[in-house]
């Protein structure tokens, strides 16, 4: 079993910026290609960013290419989504998503794990 904590969410103003942070713990952290995805009401739940185990290789979705950057500190369990430039378009909850069997998370199907969501909310 993995647990991820995800923390970082709020309120902030169009331009502002907020910093993810996802926190896991379990197993080892260095097994598990890591994810962020969002769901806004009434969507799908789609992927944001990804990396891989080594966080040599990373994913971004066209609409948040740019501004958001994802990474990994292995030796802190934890992977981190800054996300800068937001747009009102970008609220939603975030999810972070670990799975072991994938070089990048970018589907949310089969997905070994997720965190329990943080809200981010941009206000224009």
């Known amino acids: 079993q993995v647990q991820l904590v995800e923390s970082g969410g709020g309120l902030v103003q169009a331009g502002g910026s907020l910093r993810l942070s996802c926190a896991a713990s379990?197993?080892?952290?260095?097994?598990?290609?890591m994810g962020w995805f969002r769901q806004a009401p009434g969507k799908e739940r789609e992927s944001v960013a990804a990396i891989s185990r080594s966080g040599f290789s990373t994913y971004y979705a066209d609409s948040v290419k740019g501004r958001f950057t994802i990474s990994r500190d292995n030796a802190k369990n934890t992977v981190y989504l800054q996300m800068n430039s937001l747009k009102p378009e970008d609220t939603a909850v975030y999810y972070c998503a670990a799975d072991s069997n994938r070089a990048l998370v970018v589907s949310r199907v089969g997905v070994d794990y997720w965190g329990q969501g943080t809200q981010v909310t941009v206000s224009s």
């Open positions: 379990g197993r080892p952290f260095s097994r598990y290609a």
